[in-house]
């Protein structure tokens, strides 16, 4: 038999081949290849939904090498992945050999394996199936959903929200989610409150903290000591006490082990643990999944990674507590194997739990064999399935409640673990958990009646804190609660909301941008129901239902499709005027709350008479006074006085000295990007234009120097020479924002950095790892010149001289070699411009280095027209900053 095997990624299919003998071609599609045009028409509702395909260069070109293969081949096996996509996949694969008509005579069929060993892939090859229908019509109608959604309300947006970029069926949704929680932490207010804890010591002299609870007889709530004076008062009463124990309850808890992981649990518990995003802790498990080579032989890991079942196998279940039995002993092997069941909404369990392919590839066997990143996030499922698998942990709890004749009573707990349990192996960390002490804390001794000693008595000011904004880990675990996306879709959905600016990454915590603000004002306003996050998880079960072969694609879409178009073809007739009015009164009581002076908060803290509202400009949306142009005054789009620090300007600008060696006059001032400073007014015939820089994150308008105006309109400094090769070492602006730079070689400061007093030392540190980064391949045959393999903002790339490629989808850094980088190079073929900012053709964007900021040439401001209300006049692009400020950003 000569038969054809086709998986996504090269990495895959190198391990595949070595499990097949020389009868099998294994051959890579590269992830997808085709897709639906990126133009209207693409999906046509008129036509009970008919689609639309194009392949792209590369998907044409694997499609060819398919069908070369297939030459003599008698049969073609479809293995990609076993999820929806996979599926599809295969679909579409099969879809283009046949229009080439290169399956005449071809057996084709499906074959699915939940892990990459040599057994699952053999045992997968003996049992073939056919596609499944059921799942490619659920894949046509998720497809068909998300384009028509932003097809269709994209420019809708566009028309009627200047600044805004696109929308998406679930995007909008996460966006949403991110926004109300913004709102629900610059709306809140700290609210204060007091606690009492006293000291007391046992018969025997041990001593223990307790709290009150009670006082007077009456149960304390958290705010019935609001202030200094009650809780002072209340302090005076306990300590005027005497007190003895009047009850010691002691019982035995028991903590169970969680479920193996799933997708989702994998990337919250990665973020919490290693601090890696979603998009990383997905690669890197892809890798895990597809194969390493451990000493010669290539194998498999871990399961399949995209899947919402907690389920295992029952021979990897025996197999773990063999291990658990061995290891740890038999205490530690329950007396049944656990089971567990998905508690996510809506949680299909078509696949098992992420979980090691053998047990007996414990992390420190193969840790060698692994990069940094593998090695930790094994190690990571290997501990927790083994986990999952284990006794439960037991606490000894006691809470002992002492009190006086006055009914004045304290609290004390304690918890002391009795039997470790799993714990000896994995403890999940937590997002804001709370406060643990209690579970370690020890109570002495004691019994009821015993007379205690009282020590000091402390009354502790507290305030409450608002919620937390949503981390990578903390998103997903909400979209999941609600049902909405699915496993394979979580990644993309954090991603496309920084890549199209609508939110920014704060201490690993999402932001919402203003842009962002205000797409999600502009459709809960006027398309409610597709942005509710109730309506999109039903859809996203009547999704399950198609792929279950219960109800039909094509209704699920017509249904969708009739209110959708009506919603949409309701807002034609708006004008931008009315979408400015209607946003002002919806978003006016969260960003004008009432003052407890009473005073209005909509009033002009410039002027004085004119009256602050939400205002659009090109550049996205912002407050500002109705007294405009009289009144510059200008407020980012946030609360007054909320915690984020503002970058007001009252007067439009700000004078700061002059500068010391030129004389010229050093202004802070506004523009459509944020706060910048500039030097001079440039020379009357506006040939000569000023220099400006934008102020990067950390420096604030208010408390800017001169001092530091100058610094920034200075940059790019020199730093130093390299210690070993004596290059000289910059500091600068770029697009990217601050870096330092050794000749090519730019690397991105850490948010900590101040690019103004950065040293020699700490430069050539960042300069060290980010060289790390990176990879000689080898001599270009054509010049000799080296050809290098880096990681870059947009992806990993090589480079040769000023031309750059980007890999394609399932190609590494680790695995690319000379000869598929100088091809990969070939394809690209002319030079990447240098200009900062540049994108070649057919995409090819240039490798991630910030460039100094003053290569870019400012842009002229353009005169305000008094005729209509705009945003502040826009200073151009500073030359010396190449970025813009935090509101735009993020992405």
Same mark, same amino acid.
């Given at each position: ?761 700490? /430069?050539?540190?960042?300069? %060290?790892? #980010? @060289? $790390? ?5 080898? =001599?270009? *045959? !054509? ?64 490798? /991630?280095?910030?460039?100094? %900021?003053? #290569? @870019? $040439? ?5 005169? =305000?027209? *008094? !005729? ?24």
């Amino acid at each position: 038999m000569n038969a054809v095997v086709v998986v996504e990624s090269p990495a895959k299919a190198k391990t595949i081949n070595k499990y097949l003998g020389d009868d099998y071609t294994v051959l890579a599609s590269f992830g997808h290849v085709r897709d639906l045009p990126p133009r209207d028409g693409s999906v046509r509702p008129e036509e009970d939904f008919a689609m639309d395909w194009q392949a792209d260069e590369r998907g044409s070109k694997q499609i060819a090498a398919i069908a070369r293969a297939l030459k003599g081949a008698d049969r073609l096996y479809l293995a990609t992945d076993p999820d929806r996509e996979g599926e599809a996949i295969s679909w579409h694969v099969r879809a283009m050999l046949g229009e080439r008509h290169a399956l005449d005579g071809i057996d084709v069929r499906r074959v699915t394996f939940n892990e990459i060993t040599k057994s699952a892939v053999r045992a997968a090859m003996a049992a073939p199936r056919e596609l499944d229908q059921a799942l490619i019509e659920a894949y046509l109608a998720r497809r068909a959903l998300d384009y028509l959604v932003g097809f269709t309300l994209s420019p809708v947006l566009w028309r009627k929200l200047p600044g805004a970029r696109s929308a998406g069926r679930v995007q909008s949704v996460a966006l949403r989610l991110v926004c109300e929680r913004e709102a629900e932490i610059e709306a809140f207010r700290a609210r204060e409150y007091w606690t009492i804890e006293a000291e007391f010591t046992t018969p025997a002299g041990a001593r223990f903290p307790a709290r009150l609870t009670h006082l007077a007889g009456r149960k304390l709530g958290q705010f019935d000591l609001p202030d200094a004076a009650t809780a002072l008062a209340a302090k005076a009463a306990v300590e005027a006490g005497a007190f003895t124990v009047a009850s010691v309850e002691k019982k035995r808890v028991r903590r169970h082990p969680l479920p193996p992981f799933t997708t989702s649990t994998l990337q919250q518990e990665a973020a919490r643990k290693l601090g890696f995003g979603a998009q990383a802790t997905m690669r890197t498990a892809q890798q895990l999944y597809e194969g390493v080579d451990l000493g010669g032989e290539t194998v498999g890991l871990i399961t399949y990674m995209r899947t919402d079942g907690v389920q295992m196998a029952a021979e990897a279940i025996t197999a773990i507590r063999t291990h658990v039995g061995a290891q740890f002993g038999p205490a530690y092997v329950p007396s049944a194997p656990r089971a567990y069941t998905a508690r996510a909404k809506n949680a299909q369990e078509a696949h098992e739990a992420i979980r090691p392919t053998d047990i007996s590839r414990t992390p420190e066997s193969v840790a060698r064999h692994l990069g940094h990143d593998q090695a930790r996030l094994y190690e990571l499922v290997w501990k927790r399935a083994v986990a999952s698998q284990m006794q439960s942990a037991e606490f000894d709890q006691v809470i002992a409640e002492i009190a006086d004749a006055a009914a004045d009573r304290f609290r004390a707990t304690g918890s002391t673990l009795a039997f470790d349990g799993f714990l000896r192996l994995y403890h999940e960390d937590r997002d804001d958990a709370a406060d643990e002490d209690d579970e370690n804390r020890t109570l002495p001794p004691m019994a009821a009646h015993d007379p205690l000693g009282r020590g000091a008595v402390t009354a502790s000011q507290h305030f409450t804190q608002p919620p937390p904004r949503y981390s990578e880990a903390s998103l997903v675990k909400k979209l999941e609660e609600l049902g909405i996306g699915r496993p394979s879709t979580y990644a993309s959905i954090l991603t496309v909301l920084r890549e199209r600016n609508y939110v920014r990454m704060e201490q690993k915590r999402f932001v919402p941008e203003d842009r962002g603000r205000l797409v999600t004002a502009f459709l809960a306003s006027f398309f409610t129901r597709y942005v509710d996050t109730g309506f999109t998880a039903a859809l996203e079960e009547q999704l399950d239902e198609i792929a279950e072969g219960d109800i039909s694609w094509q209704a699920v879409m017509r249904a969708f499709w009739r209110d959708f178009s009506a919603a949409v073809a309701e807002t034609r007739d708006l004008k931008i005027s009315d979408v400015i009015e209607r946003l002002d009164r919806e978003l006016g009581p969260h960003f004008f709350p009432a003052r407890a002076d009473g005073s209005d908060p909509r009033g002009c803290p410039a002027c004085g008479t004119g009256r602050l509202s939400l205002k659009l400009g090109r550049f996205g949306a912002f407050i500002g006074c109705s007294n405009y142009p009289a009144c510059p005054f200008t407020r980012r789009l946030a609360v007054e006085g909320g915690e984020e620090p503002g970058d007001t300007l009252k007067e439009g600008m700000r004078s700061l000295g002059t500068h010391p060696e030129t004389g010229e006059e050093i202004t802070l001032r506004r523009g459509p990007w944020g706060l910048y400073v500039q030097q001079g007014e440039g020379e009357a015939d506006k040939k000569a234009k000023p220099r400006r820089v934008t102020l990067p994150r950390g420096l604030e308008g208010e408390s800017l120097t001169l001092e530091q105006a100058v610094g920034l309109l200075s940059l790019p400094r020199c730093i130093g020479r390299h210690p070993e090769s004596g290059a000289e070492i910059e500091a600068g602006l770029g697009r990217f924002g601050p870096y330092v730079r050794m000749g090519a070689i730019y690397a991105s400061l850490d948010r900590d950095d101040d690019v103004l007093a950065i040293g020699l030392n700490r /430069a050539v540190d960042v300069l %060290a790892r #980010k @060289l $790390a980064a990176s990879r000689e391949l080898g =001599p270009h *045959p !054509a010049d000799g010149a080296p050809v290098l393999a880096r990681k870059g903002r947009f992806g990993p790339y090589v480079q040769h001289g000023q031309t750059v490629a980007n890999l394609p989808r399932g190609e590494t850094l680790e695995e690319i070699a000379l000869e598929r980088a100088v091809a990969l190079l070939a394809e690209k073929g002319k030079p990447l411009k240098p200009r900062a900012g540049a994108r070649g053709k057919a995409g090819t964007k240039k490798p /991630a280095a910030p460039k100094p %900021a003053t #290569k @870019l $040439a400012p842009k002229p401001a353009p005169k =305000p027209k *008094p !005729a209509a209300r705009k945003a502040p006049a826009k200073p151009g692009k500073p030359a010396a900053s190449g970025r813009r400020p935090r509101a735009k950003a993020a992405n």
